[in-house]
Nanobody, 119 residues
Framework: QVQLVESGGGMVQAGGSLRLSCTAS?????MGWFRQAPGKDRRFVAV???????RYADSVKGRFTISRDNTKNTVYLQMDILKPEDTAIYYC????????????????WGLGTQVTVSS
């Protein structure tokens, strides 16, 4: 199992930006982000595969950008134009199988990092 360590969460005002990072112990084909708001299920945010193909949830398209640095086994989530509804714990996920990651059934998960957006 791949170990994942997230960083970069925090508190920001609406309209602001944050960048999350997730470093993996091994280079993995698919790496992505999910989030869980209070009282809600964990939901897909974005994924990037080796080769840099990406997918996004409709709610974040045009505002969030996922990228990766394979030399550092690190995936980033640049979050711009943040809204209060983006408030959640953000989890990094990794799996060699893209379909499993997209279903929320990735082999490896980070512990999560809190993002709070105030209005």
């Amino acid at each position: 199992q791949v170990q994942l360590v997230e960083s970069g969460g925090g508190m920001v005002q609406a309209g602001g930006s944050l960048r999350l990072s997730c470093t993996a112990s091994l280079n993995t084909y698919a790496m992505g982000w999910f989030r869980q708001a209070p009282g809600k299920d964990r939901r897909f945010v974005a994924v990037i595969v080796r080769g840099d193909s990406t997918r996004y949830a409709d709610s974040v398209k045009g505002r969030f950008t996922i990228s990766r640095d394979n030399t550092k086994n690190t995936v980033y989530l640049q979050m711009d134009i943040l809204k209060p509804e983006d408030t959640a714990i953000y989890y990094c996920a990794a799996d060699e199988r893209l379909s499993w990651l997209l279903r929320g059934e990735a082999d490896s998960w980070g512990l999560g990092t809190q993002v709070t957006v105030s209005s």
